[in-house]
């Protein structure tokens, strides 16, 4: 495997800062891996010169899952941005979960709320290169709070060692991954190992090592595999800049061939700690565009779990509007269009077949019309048929609304959909206008092999 990297092909200091691509985070949370779940007490994980504590405050759990995680990311990330410990949460919670990429509904809101408070109560530390543990918050931004505060401080030497050293995270997948904490921890995990990388070469890491890293308390080598790896085909099907081998010595990290490697963590001089009489920092405007919110493969046909993103399914989801019949007869059996004299302009939905997503159901994909949620269809062959229809809500997290996929099925169609997801978006959002263009778009599922002997 060739990897190689031309200086002129990373970012500079003001790409780095601006880049909206980009998701910066502190190496210590990519090394390794922060609660999965609940708990109460006193937590910790070490692992090669890095460490994570957190200390809840008496009778408080911990902070844990995915919101834990984002809460984090955007710590650092507008840290970076601004060169400032000040961090800006908003004007409420409802802000602040846009800010997170989130959905605004209640179960959401009340999961942040949940987890900044839980955050800010407890003491976390990172450690280093048996460096004494820095706490991440300042001491004024923890404790509890009897109103909103539209913004909390970060550590001045935790903030200096961001700075330093913070990774490069890809937005678009940590977007789509926003629900799923251990896709999270993987992927992290992998952009800090690519950031450090030497051109030419790959690095393995044995499963032990992993199991220390990123293993929930108690878990045993199978288990932690078996889940480790459904993480790394997560993000496996959404960065087209990795090139992943899993077996039983480990997972080997390289560089897919044509891709670039992230951005060095920006280069900056870290600043001088802050003084306790310091003038009040200046607050970072929200961002103006809110990522679509996260998709989730969930086994049909349960609801989402409560502690992930959710929304409550639709009363009755619009169905996907069938194509009109001269359009489907005009599709071969190989599933691509039939010569004619010149592009076939799109009507409101369009089917997919087989020959064209590597899956064993036909795709229909349509055009969104006003505030209803994001779906697709899927049936068994090319023929529209409603009773054989299955309809998938993809936002926040994607499910099955009716029909009925195995799970065999189910899990085919939702790593096509982590795959093609721009191209469902841009779909929806009705950006194209032929059917050359779509079809020109498509990938195909990734294949069940992907680990890499």
Same mark, same amino acid.
């Given at each position: 495997?060739?990897?190689?990297?031309?200086?002129?092909?990373?970012?500079?200091?003001?790409?780095?800062?601006?880049?909206?691509?980009? /998701?910066?985070?502190?190496?210590?949370?990519?090394?390794?891996?922060?609660?999965?779940?609940?708990?109460?007490?006193?937590?910790?994980?070490?692992?090669?010169?890095?460490?994570?504590?957190?200390?809840?405050?008496?009778?408080?759990?911990?902070?844990?899952? %995915?919101?834990?995680?984002?809460?984090?990311?955007?710590?650092?990330?507008?840290?970076?941005?601004?060169?400032?410990?000040?961090?800006?949460?908003?004007?409420?919670?409802?802000?602040?979960?846009?800010?997170?990429?989130?959905?605004?509904?209640?179960?959401?809101?009340?999961?942040?709320?949940?987890?900044?408070?839980?955050?800010?109560?407890?003491?976390?530390?990172?450690?280093?290169?048996?460096?004494?543990?820095?706490?991440?918050? $300042?001491?004024?931004?923890?404790?509890?709070?009897?109103?909103?505060?539209?913004?909390?401080?970060?550590?001045?030497? #935790?903030?200096?060692?961001?700075?330093?050293?913070?990774?490069?995270?890809?937005?678009?997948?940590?977007?789509?991954?926003?629900?799923?904490?251990?896709?999270?921890?993987?992927?992290?995990?992998?952009?800090?190992?690519?950031?450090?990388?030497?051109?030419?070469?790959?690095?393995?890491?044995?499963?032990?090592?992993?199991?220390?890293? #990123?293993?929930?308390?108690?878990?045993?080598?199978?288990?932690?595999?078996?889940?480790?790896?459904?993480?790394?085909?997560?993000?496996?099907?959404?960065? #087209?800049?990795?090139?992943?081998?899993? $077996? $039983?010595?480990? /997972?080997?990290?390289?560089?897919?061939?044509?891709?670039?490697?992230?951005?060095?963590?920006?280069?900056?001089?870290?600043?001088?700690?802050?003084?306790?009489?310091?003038? &009040? &920092?200046?607050?970072?405007? &929200?961002?103006?565009?809110?990522?679509?919110?996260?998709?989730?493969?969930?086994?049909?046909?349960?609801?989402?779990?409560?502690?992930?993103?959710?929304?409550?399914?639709?009363?009755?989801?619009?169905?996907?509007?069938?194509?009109?019949?001269?359009?489907?007869?005009?599709?071969?059996?190989?599933?691509?269009?039939?010569?004619?004299?010149?592009?076939? @302009?799109?009507?409101?939905?369009?089917?997919?077949?087989?020959?064209?997503?590597?899956?064993?159901?036909?795709?229909?994909?349509?055009?969104?019309?006003?505030?209803?949620?994001?779906?697709?269809?899927?049936?068994?062959?090319?023929?529209?048929?409603?009773?054989?229809?299955?309809?998938?809500?993809?936002?926040?997290?994607?499910?099955?609304?009716?029909?009925?996929?195995?799970?065999?099925?189910?899990?085919?169609?939702?790593? %096509?959909?982590?795959?093609?997801?721009?191209?469902?978006?841009?779909?929806?959002?009705?950006? #194209?206008?032929?059917?050359?263009?779509?079809?020109? @778009?498509?990938?195909?599922?990734?294949?069940?092999?992907?680990?890499?002997?």
């Amino acid at each position: 495997m060739n990897i190689s990297v031309s200086p002129a092909d990373l970012l500079n200091q003001e790409q780095a800062h601006s880049d909206p691509g980009i /998701v910066w985070l502190h190496p210590a949370f990519c090394r390794l891996g922060l609660p999965l779940l609940p708990a109460q007490g006193a937590w910790q994980r070490e692992a090669e010169g890095t460490g994570v504590a957190l200390d809840a405050a008496d009778g408080q759990s911990l902070p844990s899952g %995915w919101c834990l995680r984002l809460l984090l990311m955007h710590f650092c990330d507008s840290a970076v941005r601004s060169q400032d410990a000040a961090v800006d949460l908003g004007a409420d919670i409802t802000a602040l979960a846009t800010q997170l990429g989130v959905p605004a509904t209640t179960p959401v809101l009340d999961e942040v709320r949940t987890q900044l408070e839980a955050l800010l109560q407890a003491r976390l530390t990172v450690a280093e290169d048996a460096q004494a543990p820095l706490g991440v918050l $300042d001491a004024r931004g923890r404790g509890k709070a009897a109103a909103w505060r539209p913004r909390i401080r970060l550590n001045s030497r #935790f903030l200096a060692s961001l700075l330093r050293q913070a990774v490069p995270l890809d937005r678009r997948v940590v977007t789509a991954l926003a629900a799923e904490p251990l896709a999270l921890d993987a992927h992290g995990w992998i952009r800090s190992l690519r950031q450090g990388q030497a051109a030419g070469t790959t690095i393995t890491t044995g499963w032990n090592s992993l199991l220390r890293r #990123f293993g929930a308390p108690n878990q045993d080598l199978p288990a932690f595999r078996a889940a480790f790896e459904d993480a790394l085909r997560m993000v496996f099907a959404l960065d #087209f800049s990795i090139s992943l081998a899993a $077996d $039983d010595e480990g /997972v080997t990290v390289g560089e897919a061939a044509g891709s670039e490697a992230p951005p060095p963590a920006p280069d900056v001089a870290p600043p001088q700690p802050a003084l306790p009489e310091a003038a &009040p &920092p200046v607050e970072e405007a &929200p961002r103006a565009r809110t990522p679509r919110a996260a998709a989730r493969a969930v086994a049909p046909p349960e609801a989402p779990p409560a502690a992930a993103p959710a929304a409550a399914a639709p009363a009755a989801a619009p169905p996907v509007e069938a194509a009109p019949a001269s359009a489907a007869a005009s599709e071969t059996a190989a599933g691509a269009p039939a010569a004619s004299a010149g592009p076939r @302009r799109l009507d409101s939905s369009v089917s997919l077949r087989q020959s064209l997503t590597g899956l064993p159901v036909v795709v229909w994909l349509r055009r969104g019309t006003g505030e209803e949620p994001l779906v697709i269809g899927v049936t068994p062959g090319p023929r529209m048929e409603t009773d054989r229809l299955t309809v998938l809500m993809l936002e926040p997290m994607m499910m099955q609304v009716s029909g009925g996929l195995n799970q065999r099925e189910f899990d085919q169609v939702s790593a %096509w959909v982590a795959t093609n997801r721009d191209l469902i978006d841009q779909f929806w959002d009705g950006e #194209f206008d032929t059917f050359e263009e779509v079809t020109g @778009r498509v990938r195909k599922t990734p294949a069940a092999n992907w680990r890499m002997a």
